[in-house]
């Protein structure tokens, strides 16, 4: 079975790869593993929606993978998802995709750009058919944004417009360009912080990691023929 993780940036992931086998190979921005009989193949995008949609597009139409796996850390907006938990997005939204008026603001959807079933949407929402019922984690709602938000008025205009968790700056691009593709995919994720006014001293960060690490080799070992130790 060959997959593809994406990340957006290297540090997300390197605890994670630390348990993985390196594969030399051509110097290309894809770093291929080995973990068990997977083979493994990273691609480090960049921060945002338009690195992520480029990036794995382009490697999407040159290679073939069983599963997409876009991995990394995440923003929850409200306490029931805590700090560390990691979390099974199963739904994702483009957060800042529209249109603002003086009365505010407006997905393409609301404006006539869209219709809400328009492929790959259902319902205004992009959603992953491939989520895995068997992966033990909390299935939530993500929204997908150009900029992290840290300002209470502009946080509490995104809870009233979207039905979301946890927030993002690439998810969207992952479900979006997956679904054109007819790629499987999942989007795992830890919460390393609330969405709230912006205190990174609030933030936990490695606590995210580890956990996050944890959960993606127990996913791993879903898809892998694992030796059992007598």
Known sequence: MKILFVAATCFELKLFLENLEEIEGENSPVSHYRWHDLEIDLIVTGVGLSF??????RLLQKEKY????????????????SIGTVVNITSEQ????G???PGGFKTLF????LKEDQFPFQGGKLLNPHFNESIELPNVNGLSVNVSHGCDETIDKLKINFDADVESMEGAAVFYVCLM???????????SNFVESRDTTKWDIPT??????DELLKILRNFATVPQIS
Do not use: K, M, W
């Open 99 to 101: 249109i603002e008026e």
């Open 181 to 191: 593709e007819d790629v499987p995919f999942l989007e795992i994720r830890a919460i």
């Open 94 to 97: 483009f957060g800042d995709l």
């Open 52 to 57: 992520t949609t480029y990036h794995l597009t």
């Open 208 to 213: 995210a990691l580890e956990n996050l690490t």
């Open 66 to 81: 069983d599963l997409v796996i876009n991995a990394g850390i995440a923003g929850s907006f409200y306490d029931e998802l």
């Open 110 to 113: 609301q404006a006539g750009f």
